[in-house]
């Protein structure tokens, strides 16, 4: 590991406990097209106004484009990587769920709490973290 690398190492991981993000991030409508245009993903809901508006104008759309959950799940991973995979990696990500629809203007916050910490069995010398993860918004709704 480089000298004098912050955030937790495998022994310093405890189950129960927690972390939050130290920032938000307010997401823009040019953070949710780029991302989406740079995935290739082409539904219009995240990058078309003109289609939101005309075939999405009630709750909860109200015709506004949706960030695009892929990005809301990255920045909440993002936002706690010093906490929790500063010295590590991520082996994968499972049970993914996008409870409410994030719209530009709104500020994602992440929390984390380790559910499970065990030496790896296929490799000496190795450990894995199982972390339960999660987004709010400003108004403290889950994402």
Known sequence: MPENS??????DFKI???FKSKVGRTITDVDNIWFTLLTNNSN??????????????GEPFKGRLVVNGFLTLAIVAGLLVEQTSQ???????????FLNPVFAGDTIYGEAEVIEV???KS???F?????????????????
Do not use: C
């Open 87 to 97: 010295n590590g990696f991520m082996l994968g990500i499972e049970n993914v769920k």
């Open 127 to 143: 450990g894995i973290v199982k972390i339960r993860t999660w987004g709010y918004n400003q108004r403290g709704e889950k994402l």
């Open 16 to 18: 129960g406990q927690r």
């Open 44 to 57: 219009q809901i995240h990058f078309n106004k003109d289609y939101t508006e005309k075939y999405f104008p």
């Open 118 to 120: 065990r030496e790896s």
């Open 6 to 11: 912050e955030g937790p190492y495998f022994e």
């Open 123 to 125: 490799r000496a010398g």
